[in-house]
C-alpha cells in the first residue's frame, strides 16, 4: 500500500492475533476497540451475575457513565462510584476491571478515543 493509503485508525474487536497483527502491519495506526463488541461481552459475563433486571440495568448505566467518560478525571470519578455503588458484585467489578478497563481503557474510553479525529468526525464514536 502506498504510505498516503494507510489507516491512521483501526477498529476491531478484541481478538488478540487481529490486535498483535495491526501493530506489525499498520505500526503508525491507532488501534481502537468497537464498544458494541465490549458491550455485548460485559452483557454475556455479567448480567447472570446480578438478581433482577433492574440492578442489571443499573450497573449497565454505571458501566456505560465510565465508558462515555470525556475526562481522565471523570473516567476515575465514574470507577469510583462503579464501584462503590456495585461493592456487593465483586465479580463484576473485577471482571470489567481486569478484563476490560485496566488492560484497554485507551481503546474504547471517550477520554482516549475522542482525541482520534479522522475523515471529518469529531470523534471515534460515530
Known sequence: MDEKFLPSVIVTDRELALMNAIGIVFPTARHLLCRWHISKNVTTNCKKMFEGNEKWQKFLLGWNTVVYSSTEEEYLDHCA??????????????????????????????AWTDTCMHLGNTSTNR
Open 81 to 110: 462510584t462503579l464501584v462503590k455503588e456495585f461493592h456487593t458484585y465483586p465479580n463484576a467489578i473485577n471482571y470489567v476491571n481486569h478484563t476490560w478497563l485496566e488492560p484497554y481503557r485507551e481503546k474504547f474510553v471517550s
